[in-house]
C-alpha cells in the first residue's frame, strides 16, 4: 500500500494528539494513537506505524525511571511469558478476520478506560502475585499480537502490587518495550513492515517529541485531571465503534 501526502499529514497529525495527550495526562502513546489510526487505516496497516515510536518513547521514560536491574529481576517471569503469547497473537491475527480483531481491540480498550476512569485500589495477596505473573505476561503478549494494545491485562496487575511509582513505571516500561520489539519482528515475519512505514515511522518521532513537550508544559497551566477524563471517554467511544464494528460485520 502506497501512502500518499494526505495520509502522510494524517498519521502525524494523530501522532501528535497522541503525543500531547501522553505529554498532558500520562496516558500511553500507543493507547491514544492506535483507536485514531484503526479508524482511519485499519488495524493491520496501522499496527507498523505503532513500533518504532513507541519503543523510542518508552525507552526514555526506562532510562529516567531507574530501578532497572530490580524490575527485571522480579518481573522477569512475566516478561518471558509474554514471548510465545505476542507470536500466538500474531497468529491470530492472521487467522481471524479483520473485524474480530478490531472488535476485540474496542473490548479491550473499554475495559483500560473504565479502569482508569475507576481507578480501583486493590491490592493482590502476596499469594497470587507470583501465581498470576505468568498467565498476565502471556495474555498480555496474545492480547498485544493480534489487537496491539498493550495493556491488558498487565496494568491492573501491575497497579494491583503496590508498586513504587518509579519502579511501576519502569515495570509497564519493560514490558511495553519487549512487547514492541517482539512485534517489530513478528510484522517484518509477515512483510508488514516495509521500507516506506518504517521511514515514516522514524519521521514521526518529531511530532511525537513536539508533542510530549507542549503536553508537559500545558499540563501546569490547565487542568490535566478534566482533560484526562475527556480523552478516556472518547477512547470508550472510540472503542465502542470499533467493537461495533463486529455487529455490522456478522
Not at 190 to 217: D, F, R
Request: proline share 6%.
Amino acid at each position: 500500500m502506497a501512502y500518499t501526502f494526505y495520509d502522510i499529514c494524517l498519521i502525524f497529525g494523530v501522532y501528535l494528539i497522541a503525543a500531547l495527550a501522553k505529554g498532558f495526562t500520562g496516558l500511553g502513546f500507543s493507547t491514544t494513537c492506535l483507536p485514531m489510526l484503526v479508524l482511519i487505516f485499519g488495524l493491520k496497516p496501522t499496527l507498523p506505524f505503532l513500533i518504532i515510536p513507541s519503543i523510542a518513547s518508552n525507552l526514555l521514560v526506562m532510562s529516567q525511571a531507574g530501578e532497572f536491574k530490580i524490575t527485571l529481576k522480579q518481573f522477569w517471569p512475566l516478561y518471558i511469558a509474554q514471548v510465545p503469547g505476542v507470536f500466538l497473537g500474531l497468529l491470530l491475527l492472521i487467522w481471524l478476520a479483520p473485524y474480530i480483531s478490531t472488535a476485540i481491540l474496542g473490548i479491550a480498550l473499554i475495559i483500560y478506560c473504565w479502569f482508569a476512569l475507576s481507578n480501583p485500589e486493590f491490592l493482590l495477596p502476596k499469594r497470587l502475585r507470583n501465581r498470576l505473573a505468568l498467565p498476565t505476561g502471556f495474555l498480555t503478549g496474545v492480547v498485544n499480537g493480534f489487537t496491539g494494545s498493550q495493556v491488558m491485562p498487565l496494568l491492573p496487575y501491575m497497579l494491583s502490587l503496590g508498586l513504587s511509582p518509579s519502579h511501576f513505571v519502569q515495570a509497564i516500561n519493560c514490558s511495553f518495550t519487549l512487547s514492541s520489539i517482539l512485534m517489530a519482528l513478528g510484522l517484518l515475519g509477515l512483510e508488514l513492515i516495509t521500507l516506506e512505514i518504517a521511514l515514516i515511522s522514524i519521521m514521526g518521532i518529531i511530532p511525537v517529541y513536539i508533542g510530549t513537550k507542549i503536553g508537559s508544559k500545558t499540563r501546569e497551566h490547565l487542568n490535566s485531571a478534566v482533560f484526562r477524563k475527556l480523552v478516556l471517554i472518547s477512547l470508550i467511544l472510540m472503542g465502542c465503534v470499533l467493537a461495533g464494528q463486529f455487529l455490522y460485520n456478522y
